[in-house]
């Protein structure tokens, strides 16, 4: 491998191990928001940035001759040569010099003009359409940034080496995929000229704190209420669907339900992306593949949810059902698999319902479609639907239990909504008790008590 090509990879490996952080984690959102909402640098030149960028690379291709060296030193190397290329300029506005170094530094060692967005704790998302547009959503809420790339090439080789720090690949053969950082945010690439406007790069931030249900309850996300059902549906091992448009957060909810989980029972999650972070002892997690470059070697959700019967779970938790496994998982919850949890994407508990059906004939097995809807009767339990309004503001919108088959219609009763009581503000109404009792629940605590009797 030649000097130059190893300077480059030791630096994109260093994206593994290397965050730059701008804001201090003590600091108040407040603070950050501020930042945002100046314009991003406006006193830099990216052809300047770019000049140092390679000054500063052939500098580390004189200094590191040795094979054996390892991201820290390369990062410290890097750093110090920023330094001193720095000083041999005129000293100018120190403010200045300080962001033009936190720019060279992102494009050699982070992500270019997203690195500082990435760092930030108010951003959720980061959605870059092309070299010129970068927006991201902020308490809900989508705002377009002033930042830009070099071009679609600079944007590229930033593409590049995030996707490559997953291991995964992206190109003209292979346009679209899907990835994952090195601190769990989900990636998502889709290449010209599938993307006409230039390389399209999706960002969804991973969260470090998990959110509680007593945090949903303090936010209006949920009632205590239904939070208590749900803690109470999760222990007595119901199998809840948790249904919601992009965006909503599913992941979030699925999350908070996973809390609930006795630590003593062995728990398997499968996804596209590993997103689920659950503190259990005894967990197996699992992440679908996509095929190599010969179109061999993909490993499916329905693979591994297939696979995962074999490994002795308690439970199975399914990141999102999009397809064919939609039947795998439905006879695992139906074959002594209870408590299981999963999402999928439906604006109601009626169209999830009805989504869990049509995914079931994508399946390829020919079944009646009262036979499927048996099927989804005897195995789902709950359904938790989520919701967003136009401020960005995510919530429960409602709880529906899976009661039965009534003639050939699905049966289902709305335990809580947000519509059940008397509210005339503009404002979202709370999530209410509909009076209805649970008939699983009941049936659960029914028969818990004859055993202990």
Do not use: C, W
């Not at 060692?109 to 070299?131: A, C, K, T």
């Not at 990835?179 to 230039?198: I, Q, Y």
């Not at 002594?336 to 508990?349: I, Q, V």
């Not at 919530?395 to 509210?423: C, K, Q």
């Amino acid at each position: 491998m030649s000097l130059a090509a190893r300077v480059d990879r030791s630096i994109s490996n260093i994206q593994q191990s290397t965050v730059a952080p701008r804001i201090d984690d003590q600091q108040e959102v407040e603070q950050a928001e501020q930042v945002l909402d100046e314009p991003h640098r406006p006193s830099l030149d990216r052809q300047e940035i770019a000049r140092l960028v390679d000054e500063v690379r052939g500098s580390v291709q004189r200094l590191t001759r040795d094979e054996t060296i390892d991201a820290d030193q390369m990062r410290r190397i890097v750093e110090r040569e920023v330094d001193a290329v720095l000083t041999r300029r005129d000293a100018g506005d120190h403010e200045a010099l300080i962001e033009l170094r936190d720019a060279v530094l992102d494009d050699l060692l982070g992500y270019g003009p997203i690195q500082d967005l990435l760092d930030r704790p108010d951003v959720s998302e980061i959605m870059v359409n092309g070299s010129n547009n970068i927006f991201v959503e902020r308490s809900g809420r989508l705002e377009r940034t002033a930042r830009s790339f070099e071009s679609n090439e600079h944007l590229l080789a930033v593409i590049d080496r995030m996707v490559r720090s997953s291991g995964r690949r992206v190109d003209q053969s292979s346009p679209m995929v899907d990835a994952r950082l090195p601190d769990g945010s989900r990636l998502n690439v889709v290449l010209p000229p599938l993307a006409v406007d230039g390389p399209s790069l999706t960002i969804r931030k991973f969260t470090a704190k998990h959110l509680t249900s007593a945090d949903l309850v303090s936010r209006g996300a949920l009632s205590q209420q239904a939070a208590d059902v749900l803690s109470t549906a999760v222990s007595m091992r119901l199998n809840i669907i948790v249904s919601g448009g992009t965006g909503t957060g599913k992941t979030t909810m699925l999350n908070m339900l996973s809390s609930h989980i006795g630590r003593s029972e062995r728990v398997i999650t499968i996804e596209d992306a590993v997103e689920l972070q659950l503190d259990m002892p005894n967990i197996i997690r699992l992440e679908a593949r996509p095929a190599n470059t010969e179109g061999a070697g993909a490993v499916t959700i329905r693979d591994l949810v297939r696979n995962s019967l074999r490994m002795r779970p308690d439970r199975i938790v399914v990141g999102e059902v999009r397809g064919a496994e939609a039947l795998d998982m439905l006879q695992a919850m139906n074959t002594g698999h209870d408590g299981s949890l999963s999402t999928l994407h439906a604006n109601s508990p009626r169209d999830a319902l009805r989504r869990l059906e049509t995914m079931v004939l994508l399946s390829g097995v020919e079944l009646p479609l009262r036979a499927i809807r048996e099927q989804v009767v005897s195995a789902v339990d709950l359904i938790v639907q989520l919701s967003r309004d136009a401020s960005g503001g995510r919530y429960v919108s409602s709880i529906t239990e899976v009661v039965g088959l009534e003639g050939d219609v699905v049966s289902t009763a709305e335990l809580f909504s947000r519509n059940a009581g008397d509210h005339v503000s503009d404002s979202t109404p709370p999530l209410m008790s509909t009076g209805i009792v649970s008939r699983r629940l009941r049936l659960q605590t029914s028969s818990e008590s004859e055993v202990g009797s």
